[in-house]
Structure formats: structure tokens, C-alpha cells
Nanobody
Framework: QVQLVESGGGLVQAGGSLRLSCAAS????????MAWYRQGPGKQRELVAA???????NYADSVKGRFTISRDNAKNLVYLEMNSLKPEDTAVYYC?????????WGQGTQVTVSS
């Protein structure tokens, strides 16, 4: 069964840090591009960061220099290290896998940044 399970969200003060993790079932992790999306209150879901199966990364302009995406292929894990958090980073963060054009989503984890 295909599964993506996020963890690590929570409440943090502005300027703080959080690390999100996403555990993926092995059947989809291998060969998949992995990404983090977020959806803030009243906003559309947007791409935050992505990492290809080969390790190439890309980031939304709003998080460049503050967030780092990485993957552990041995453990089927993908991480999002978030530093210098801002209130506008408040959102539900979703893990996404794109395997040969088929997309899979996790259930999301809430990140709330207080000012």
C-alpha cells in the first residue's frame, strides 16, 4: 500500500526552526521525485521544495536560504529543515511523491509560526 506519513510539525516562534520528516513506503520512494508543498489559510497549495531521485533540489523563492530539503534513500525518508521561520510560513505542509507522473500525497502536518 502506498503511504506517505509526515511528522515534525508544531508551534514555533518567529525566527525558530523545525524539521519535518516524511516516511514513504518503499514501493514509491525509489525513483520518485519528492517534494514538500504547503497550503496556508485561504491560500492555494504551493510548492515549497523538491528533490529529484538523483538529488537535484529546487526551492520556492520565498524559502530560499532558509529551508533545506534532503532525502535518505536508504531509509525512504525525506526531510525539510526550516530555519528563520516567519509567520507567513504558517500552513499545512504536505509530502508529495511523483513517480512516473503519478502523484501521491501525505495527510499533512500543521506548522504554526507565532509572531
Amino acid at each position: 500500500q502506498v503511504q506517505l506519513v509526515e511528522s515534525g510539525g508544531g508551534l514555533v516562534q518567529a525566527g525558530g526552526s523545525l524539521r519535518l520528516s516524511c516516511a514513504a513506503s518503499g514501493s514509491i520512494f525509489s525513483g520518485s521525485a519528492m517534494a514538500w508543498y504547503r497550503q496556508g489559510p485561504g491560500k492555494q497549495r504551493e510548492l515549497v521544495a523538491a528533490v529529484a531521485s538523483g538529488g537535484t533540489t529546487n526551492y520556492a523563492d520565498s524559502v530560499k536560504g532558509r529551508f533545506t530539503i534532503s532525502r535518505d534513500n536508504a531509509k525512504n525518508l525525506v526531510y525539510l529543515e526550516m530555519n528563520s521561520l516567519k509567520p507567513e510560513d504558517t500552513a499545512v505542509y504536505y509530502c508529495n511523491a511523483n513517480r512516473f507522473g503519478i502523484r501521491y500525497w501525505g495527510q499533512g502536518t500543521q506548522v504554526t509560526v507565532s509572531s
